[in-house]
């Protein structure tokens, strides 16, 4: 038979990994306006973003040149654009972004038309950055993929 004392120390450790009954409640869970774009994230189980407390935490946006196209930036303008539109439905902007994180399938040939971009987007102070190198994307066509953290402003008195 079992020890009282092995079932209490077993839900006793348990307890620091249960997660918080509203960690992901629904209504602070942003879908996409787009019943095709909705449609493809339930299927695949991801939200355009998730705002937590004061913290709004965005699902990577991809970046992929069309046909036709005459360099990067027009693909890097669409990704920066919706990445702005998400934010603004969670209330906040790219002033408010603290945290960026890029993974590019080729940096080199890809970084100056990316900084350009992101330049004329991200003003003010800016937030920390990483840029890794990867060698593909879950969509087929992409070649960077653009992640950021905004924090909500604090209410003025």
Known sequence: MPSPYAALAAAALALPFAAPAAARDPAAVLMPENAEARAFQEAVGFADAVIAGDTVYLSGVVAAPRDGEAGL???????????????????????????????????????????????????????????????????????????????????KD
Do not use: C
């Open 73 to 155: 930036e027009p693909a890097f303008e669409r990704a920066f654009g919706r990445i702005a539109d998400v934010l603004a439905r969670a209330g906040v902007s790219w002033d408010d972004v603290v945290e960026m994180t890029t993974f590019h399938t080729d940096l080199p040939a890809q970084i100056d038309a990316f900084v350009a971009v992101k330049n004329r987007h991200v003003k003010g102070p800016p937030p920390a950055w990483t840029a890794i190198g990867i060698s593909r994307l879950y969509e087929p066509t992409a070649i960077v993929e653009v992640k950021v953290i905004a924090r909500k402003p604090k209410a």
